[in-house]
């Protein structure tokens, strides 16, 4: 069951002109379950125009910190404008417990690691930095940020700050695309080349335990390739992607109606809470993620976009393929789960189970 609960706003940090950092508290008796891992985010909820909007934000601060999150204003976005203008201490948000496999379980100790964030793409990694950091005297960090300005830099102070008390230990490289710099390697956009060019003297892919990214689309692709290139194994690469590219949903819901239409389905079962549900679905077009709401199934989701692993599936009949998988590791996929928003059947009859629902 996919449950919300309420978070009181305790404090309100206009970080840069566009973006706000947010301090939340939990109630007494949800304080457990609002205990995070660094790079985990909330997912809330908020009625707009009686809508029913769904939104996540990567925390950045560490468990001994708090819960507080970083949200930064998207054109035309309903909750982030809201949060950056009408949102005031005392408020009700409503969230679900935190989530995301962003970051490590492992033991991080003295090692060395690599961060690559664009614009709010920080605000997990920034977690990540002072949980590593202050959880062992001999780690390192080494951080690649791109901006456009300077003044567009999300947590300028704090990075500054953290600058200042791990002397040795931490390292912020700023790129800025919209600024030219001294060094001119310090303009334009983390690219493939951009980080071919920072590899060896500036960044030691070859010295570093693990990297996180965190960007769009297009960066985080170049980054993890350049990494890969540069010898970083796939499995030491995590990535936390915003804003993922997303088949247009008029598109897509056309084909689901043509489907629909030329008698194109297949037989799909989820089981939820051990309970199976049986329904017919297009072919082509609808998510089982979607069907299975359209069915009123209470299945769980947060992003529709293949990035934050709420909607993990297990298949246990037919066969499915996914659009995008941001979140599964290749193991995990053949051991069967699938992201069911991003998952469509391929044969006449499939059978998925939402697992610990
Ligand atoms: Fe986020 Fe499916 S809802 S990966």
């Known amino acids: 069951m996919q449950d919300f609960f309420p978070l009181t706003v305790t404090d309100i940090n206009h970080d840069t002109r566009d973006a ?16 995070f891992r660094p790079g985990q985010y ?22 001994e910190e708090g819960l507080r ?63 590593i950091l202050s959880g062992n005297d001999q780690a390192k960090f080494t951080l690649v940020y791109g901006n456009r300005s300077v003044s567009s830099v999300m947590f300028r102070r704090e990075l500054g700050d953290l600058k200042d008390r791990y002397l ?29 060019a920072l590899f060896g003297p500036w960044v030691r892919p070859d010295t570093a335990e693990m990297a ?38 008029a598109k897509l819901k056309a084909r689901a109606e043509a489907a629909r239409k030329a008698g194109n389905m297949v037989k799909a079962t989820v089981i939820m809470d051990g309970a199976p549900h049986t329904f017919e679905m297009p072919r082509e077009g609808q998510s089982v993620l979607e069907a299975a709401r359209e069915h009123d199934i209470d299945a769980p989701f947060s992003c529709k976009a293949g990035v934050c692993s709420t909607c993990i599936g297990r298949v246990k009949k037919g066969d ?37 629902h």
């Open 42 to 63: 909330l997912t809330f909820r908020r009625d707009f125009d009686g809508e029913e909007l769904r939104r996540s934000y990567s925390i950045c601060a560490t468990p």
């Open 212 to 249: 996180f990214i965190c960007g769009p689309e297009g960066m985080m692709k170049d980054v993890a390739s350049a990494l890969e290139e540069a010898g970083m194994p796939k499995n030491r690469i995590k990535f936390e992607l915003f804003g993922a590219a997303q088949p247009g949903r």
């Open 20 to 35: 706000v950092v947010v301090t939340l508290a939990p109630r007494a008796e949800d304080a457990d379950r609002f205990r």
């Open 168 to 196: 040795d230990r931490f390292n912020v490289i700023h790129v800025f695309s919209g600024e030219a710099q001294e060094i001119e390697l310090f303009s334009g956009r983390i690219d493939a080349d951009k980080c071919h």
């Open 320 to 356: 499915v393929e996914m659009a995008q998988n941001y979140a599964l590791e290749d193991y995990e996929v053949e051991a069967g789960l699938v992201l069911t928003c991003q998952c469509y059947p391929v044969s006449d009859e499939i059978t998925i189970e939402y697992e610990g």
């Open 69 to 131: 999150v970083g949200i930064k204003r998207v054109e035309g976005g309903a909750f982030s404008t809201f949060a950056k203008g009408d949102l005031n201490i005392g408020d009700t948000l409503e969230a679900m417990p935190p989530q995301g496999r962003f970051g490590t379980e492992e033991e991080t100790g003295g090692k060395h690691y690599l961060g690559f964030a664009a614009g709010s793409g920080i605000t997990p990694i920034l977690s990540l930095i002072k949980s």
